[in-house]
């Protein structure tokens, strides 16, 4: 058998059980072959333990029991070796993979069993822990009567063998022969006394169950909160947990939980102490970002454990409406978002308390509409009494609908309803405690965010412990450090010692030698802590993983934070370090900037295209420049070198990480606002900004002075102090509750909620017919007999596209729908594609031949049959005079057709001609009367981080909750470079989706020329882009 045990209680059991039979442990990655010759010779138990999703060809021959008969024995081919074969020999494999994808070949050698804890199995194993420790008498006593019970039966068991052989050797008269009498009489005494015995047992046993099942709820609580931590490693790899140290986390609770006489309230400071102590373990090992995400599944959970979770309402929760048909009831107003509209039309079918919601809306619409303009609508009562209503769940599905940007909030106050505010504040990182928490046997994981790095808080620790010098060794993993780092942990788990092996991920291959090392280690030193720090990484060993406490260290959040670490890290030799008056103010300035630019980062994309981790390293190096340049002013009698300064932290330090040329474009833009003689005017006072709060500089002091100045800064800050719009925000707020959407639904095993009273299999099903019906039957082709224009080879190769993604979408739909009647076998691509369709995405097969999206799975529907509709149309009726850009699958090169038209018609040098744009007032196709000669209209374009003012046609601030706007068409007109001279113009990018440009470059399509009257640095740092597709 080959065993799926990602708890490893199997393994347990088969190494207890096979113990005194000889069997042997090994892995695919010892030298096993001998050992495993031995026992197909001599019949003994072999076990391989920790198996991959690949098994070793060497030992095929075994488990395909490819054995033959030479002189009546059998014998078989091992490698080089033929062996006589002995039937006793057994051979047991297991993985710890929770779910591993093997291959039919393997499937068919090997016997798969699944060995994967059940919710339920896990509480009746959690149950007799909790007894044990609760009632340690009645756990004894059940145990001798479970034994007591099992050793009658096996006494009954054998009498009835004894018996049955008696009488089958006995020769003549049964009455004669006095030896059996005497056997069936002393049976028949042992018998009765055994029945009595067995009714006085399950009595017994009666008793202690009704007993044990007080302590029922706790066991259960205990498996839902082990499932619900489990369940976090479909967010992360790095978020494996073992049942051993979860068992370790459950003991701590029972020990810790308040004592009282009466049962009842033990049992209530049970449940409650293990549920803390279960979220703090939790929340030590996972990032911030998905806290909220785990303390909501793990609410959720408890919730439908007690039978008060409905499982349509969570499903609502996390799809929102999933269905493809159009809605007939058109939006009535204007401020409700096109979605959430779409939304209401299910939430009404989820209950009679919601069944004239949408009706309510139409009616009392000016109510509404205060509400939904609230700052905090999830505090505000709900027009038409639906407060008292709705229960607390079905308001956070209103809000859902309505206000989605509130929902961080709106779920906090559903787990603050529900669990308690305990819940919705994840507790700090205290180095003692992660000490107290650890073992010597037990290795210490932090996983590190970009900008963290624990390395000077385990010194601390160390040092208060006593750890310093040689006592603490501190290896940097790389090429060539293995045999460093083995020869560090030797000697550490030898003679007590901490090692710390950081950057783990940089040397990923030796991790599997450092899991043996692990493992071998027996009996280590009392005092030997293990250390280690990786970034997120698939290849770190789940083996590790399991066995570790995983710590995860963020930097800072929010600029006072941010900032005041910076300073805790300055000294005042360093503030004295030069002589020039300004180095002071100056080196308070970079601090302001290294915090803007690391808590930029949470704004999204509209903050940063990519993330990029600025550390200390960058802020210490900038320092360095700023003390040598203003000294080398000061002695010199010179005016301030501000170009070199800003040069060089701007396009060197900071700026040698981005890879962006927008991200490099904000970076700069923040250098120029903060440096410059403007920090040292007497008349017009310097402020980095006033919003909220007035951020200014301080001029003079020593380090306490500028310590007292930081921690007179609010905790918390507007998206303005940042150079942003007040919406930037609610895109936060936005982007984070997709994260928990998506979240929720990779955790979800099994087949998830029901949609609409239908089973998983049938909602697919339908949905896939759905799909089927709204697919062309009619197939595109665009053939000519002449030399194609530029224009008319881009629609072939779209068209070649399109037909490609047809044919995909035909192929899979058919063979899914095949496999879910079991007319064919159910592959890992098809069971995604259906999965996909059940929580209402696009299936990832489909994404890769389409143009890149962020559109759930309804909306792609329409803009895949719109694309349709744009080649149809061109490929029938000639080149259209506005073309719909985001229908393109790779949108540049109907630009690169356009310029290339132009040049070929006006005789231009193709690499020195360009483009730009020019916003027109147009919104419908019927208002432009001619095609442009040269260039193009454009529809559907969107503009994020700014809206267009129509009538004065330039750029202007955003309107609250407008978080992105149809522009307006746009006119792209291919020029000769040499001849484009542009004022007052924001060179603006224009991405494929919201996600903007990716660190690869992907997403960027070109530059667009957006006219405005405000200097281009209100835009730059509004992170203004436009956009060819929304993601709604």
Not at 356 to 373: M, Q, R, S, V
Not at 512 to 518: D, G, P, V, Y
Not at 1017 to 1024: E, K, P, T
Request: charged share 25%.
């Amino acid at each position: 058998p080959l065993c799926v045990d990602p708890q490893m209680q199997i393994v347990q059991w088969i190494k207890k059980k096979e113990e005194k039979a000889g069997l042997t442990v090994k892995t695919f990655n010892d030298e096993y072959i001998k050992f495993l010759e031995l026992a197909v010779q001599y019949g003994k138990p072999f076990l391989f333990e920790n198996l991959d999703e690949e098994l070793d060809p060497m030992v095929d021959p075994v488990l395909e029991k490819r054995y033959v008969f030479v002189n009546g024995q059998k014998m078989i081919t091992l490698g080089d070796n033929t062996l006589e074969w002995n039937d006793t020999f057994m051979l047991m494999m297991t993985t710890k993979l929770s779910n591993p994808k093997y291959t039919p070949e393997v499937m068919g050698k090997a016997s798969i069993v699944n060995c994967v804890i059940t919710l339920e199995g896990l509480a009746a194993q959690l149950l007799n822990v909790v007894v044990g420790f609760e009632r340690p008498d009645l756990e004894e006593m059940r145990q001798k009567l479970v034994q007591q019970m099992s050793e009658n039966r096996q006494v009954i068991k054998s009498l009835e063998d004894t018996l049955l052989r008696e009488l089958a050797a006995s020769k003549g008269s049964i009455l004669d022969n006095d030896e059996l009498i005497q056997t069936l009489n002393n049976a028949k005494t042992k018998s009765i006394e055994i029945g009595e015995s067995l009714a006085v047992a399950a009595k017994t046993s009666e008793e202690i169950d009704k007993t044990r099942a007080l302590y029922q709820k706790v066991a259960k609580r205990g498996s839902i909160l082990y499932f619900s931590m489990s369940g976090l490693v479909a967010i992360s790899e790095m978020y494996e947990y073992s049942l051993g140290s979860y068992l370790g986390v459950f003991d701590t609770a029972l020990r810790e939980a308040k004592p009282d006489k009466i049962v009842d309230n033990r049992l209530k400071n049970l449940r409650e102490k293990m549920t803390q102590t279960m979220y703090d373990y939790t929340c030590m090992g996972i990032f911030e970002k998905h806290k909220l995400l785990f303390s909501f599944q793990m609410t959720t959970m408890i919730l439908d454990g007690d039978g008060d979770l409905n499982g349509r309402e969570f499903d609502f929760y996390m799809k929102g409406n999933p269905s493809l048909d159009k809605i007939k009831d058109p939006c009535p107003f204007s401020w409700v978002p096109e979605v959430g509209w779409k939304d209401l039309q299910m939430l009404k079918t989820l209950g009679d308390s919601l069944k004239n919601i949408t009706d309510d809306i139409k009616a009392k619409g000016d109510e509404w509409k205060e509400w939904y303009d609230s700052e905090a609508p999830e505090t505000m009562e709900m027009p038409g009494g639906y407060t008292q209503k709705l229960d607390v769940f079905k308001q956070v599905l209103l809000i859902r609908c309505l206000r989605p940007d509130r929902m961080i909030t709106a779920t906090k106050m559903l787990i603050s309803a529900k669990l308690g505010d305990y819940y919705v504040q994840p507790p700090s990182l205290v180095y003692d405690k992660i000490f107290e928490k650890s073992s010597e046997k037990m290795p210490i994981v932090f996983i590190l965010s970009p900008g963290a790095d624990p390395q000077s808080d385990v010194a601390k620790l160390g040092d208060v412990l006593g750890f310093t010098g040689t006592k603490f060794k501190f290896v940097s993993l790389g090429q060539g450090m293995g045999g460093v780092a083995q020869q560090s942990i030797e000697t550490g788990y030898q003679r007590g010692h901490w090692v710390m092996l950081q950057n783990c991920h940089l040397l990923a291959s030796w991790l599997k030698t450092l899991e043996k090392i692990l493992e071998m280690m027996n009996k280590p030193h009392k005092d030997f802590r293990l250390w280690l720090t990786t970034m997120p990484t698939t290849d770190f060993p789940m083996g590790i993983l399991q066995r570790s406490l995983k710590v995860v260290t963020e930097p800072p959040e929010g600029l006072k934070l941010n900032i005041k670490q910076t300073y805790a890290k300055v000294s005042d030799a360093d503030l004295d370090s030069c002589s020039s008056p300004s180095f002071r103010p100056l080196m308070y300035v970079l601090a302001f900037f290294h915090a803007i630019v690391q808590d930029r980062r949470k704004f999204g994309r509209i903050g940063w295209n990519v993330a990029y981790d600025f550390n200390e390293s960058d802020f210490k190096v900038s320092a360095r420049l700023l003390n040598l340049y203003l000294q080398k002013a000061y002695d010199k009698k010179e005016i301030l070198p501000w170009e070199t300064l800003r040069y060089l932290i701007g396009e060197a330090m900071y700026g040698g990480r981005v890879t962006d040329n927008y991200d490099r474009r904000i970076l700069n833009t923040y250098l120029e606002e903060y440096m410059g003689d403007f920090l040292f005017d007497e008349n017009v006072k310097f402020y980095f900004s006033q919003a909220g709060h007035d951020y200014d500089c301080q001029m003079e002091g020593n380090l306490a002075t500028y310590q007292q100045a930081i921690l007179t800064l609010p905790l918390n800050q507007s998206p303005s102090v940042f150079g942003l719009h007040p919406n930037a925000e609610i895109n936060y707020f936005m982007t984070s509750a997709k994260e928990v959407y998506s979240g929720l639904m990779a955790m979800q095993t099994g087949t998830g909620g029901d949609s609409g009273g239908m089973s998983r299999e049938e909602f697919i099903e339908k949905t896939s017919t759905d799909i089927q019906k709204k697919i062309p039957s009619d197939e595109l082709k665009f053939i000519k007999d002449t030399v194609p224009t530029p224009l008319e080879v881009v629609l072939m190769q779209e068209i070649e596209r399109y037909e490609a993604l047809v044919k995909r979408m035909v192929g899979n739909l058919a063979d899914l729908k095949r496999a879910l009647k079991g007319e064919i076998g159910m592959t890992q691509a098809l069971d995604d594609i259906g999965t996909a369709i059940f929580n209402g995405q696009l299936p990832a097969a489909w994404a890769k031949l389409s143009p890149q999206t962020e559109k759930p799975l309804g909306s792609w529907m329409d803009h895949y049959l719109k694309r349709y509709k744009q080649y149809w149309d061109w490929s029938t009726q000639g080149d259209p005079a506005v073309f719909w850009l985001s229908g393109f699958h790779i949108p540049e090169s109907l630009l690169s057709a356009l310029v290339q038209a132009s040049c070929r018609r006006r005789g231009w040098a193709l690499d020195k001609s360009t483009l730009y744009t020019k916003v027109t007032k147009y919104f419908e196709t019927s208002e432009v009367k001619t095609k442009l000669l040269d260039g193009t209209y454009v529809e559907g374009m969107y503009l994020e981080g700014a809206r267009w003012d129509l009538e004065a046609g330039c750029l202007a601030r955003q309107l609250p909750k407008q978080l992105i706007i149809l522009m307006p068409f746009i006119e792209i007109i291919p020029v000769e470079a040499n001849r484009l001279k542009l004022r007052d113009e924001l060179p603006t990018p224009v991405y494929v989706t919201q996600l903007r440009r990716n660190a690869m470059g992907v997403g960027l399509v070109f530059e667009a020329n957006l006219h405005t009257k405000e200097h281009p640095s209100i835009w730059v740092l509004q992170g203004v882009a436009m956009m060819l597709n929304d993601d709604s």
